[in-house]
């Protein structure tokens, strides 16, 4: 699965306990991975592009994120002010908008429905770009019932979120490109939405 991510320049038996060691468990950073490697007596070298297996959604994307336009700033200041006035209003001001949380980007439609990317592996492409390899659940917030895989493709550029959604293989490049909506970030997630992912 990983095969493609590192380059190990040492006997079989040695690559086959640093594989293992990689994917029981699956560092947070390649510094790990190499420090860790390295105390076996391991040689690995880690390349750009490297996939953690169940990863996180990054902190810096996480929140509630709304259409760059004047009625997505519109809805975003009536979001707001829903929530101060009570949470149970403010879920009528987010269809449309994207809610990112750890391990969850819920594509908000009417009555709290639409599709939910439950991340598997993220990989980090580029200065601030990533690709997710995701589970989709439709219309269900349980991760047992996500059964079709996805690819997420994200940026960011600035303060504005870009996202692409499609076949969890490889993308050519026409596909890979940044197109269409661009999404600001309007607040952070409350602490009762998605506390479980």
Not at 188 to 197: A, C, E, M, R, V
Request: proline share 4%; glycine share 10%.
């Amino acid at each position: 699965m990983f095969a493609d991510k590192f380059t190990p320049s040492v006997p079989l038996g040695r690559q086959a306990q640093c594989a293992r060691l990689f994917l029981t468990i699956v560092p947070r950073t390649t510094s790990r991975i190499f420090e860790t490697c390295a105390g076996l007596g391991l040689c690995l070298v880690v390349l750009a592009g490297s996939a953690e297996a169940n990863a996180d959604y990054p902190e810096i994307v996480r929140g509630i994120w709304m259409q760059k336009t004047s009625n997505g700033r519109e809805q975003c200041r009536n979001y707001k002010a829903a929530l101060r006035a009570g949470p149970e209003y403010a879920g009528n001001y987010l269809v449309g908008a994207e809610l990112i949380g750890r391990s969850i980007w819920h594509s908000y439609s009417e009555y709290g429905e639409g599709n939910f990317y439950f991340v598997d592996s993220l990989a980090l492409v580029g200065k601030l770009r990533w690709s997710a390899l995701v589970s989709v659940g439709i219309d269900s917030v349980e991760r047992e019932d996500a059964r079709l895989r996805a690819g997420v493709r994200f940026r960011l550029e600035g303060r504005r979120l870009q996202f692409r959604v499609g076949g969890p293989g490889k993308w050519n490049k026409h596909d890979a490109q940044f197109r269409g909506e661009s999404y600001f970030r309007c607040a952070s997630l409350p602490p009762h939405i998605y506390n479980k992912y």
